[in-house]
């Protein structure tokens, strides 16, 4: 991890302090599930909204499509 990646999840962590939905959409862009997810919560509930988004930055891949030839068969 460089330091402009480091530069830039702190950035959207900060985001996602002040307005969860904005740090989500800086991470995968404003179409994806996570940032409607995201939006509901903030709805329902600030606190929700921000754990959650915190959650999806920091451990949610945005790029974490698995492709069926990237498993390891063990026979």
């Known amino acids: 991890m460089g330091l402009c990646s480091c530069c830039c999840r702190c950035l959207e962590l900060l985001c996602s302090v002040l307005l969860p939905p904005l740090g989500v959409c800086l991470r995968h862009g404003c179409c994806s599930m996570e940032f409607w997810i995201s939006v509901l919560l903030t ?6 909204g921000v754990l959650y988004a915190i959650y999806v930055i920091c451990s949610v891949d945005p790029n974490g499509r698995h492709d069926p030839d990237d498993y390891v068969y063990i026979a």
Do not use: K, Q, S
């Open 43 to 48: 709805i329902l509930g600030y606190l929700p």
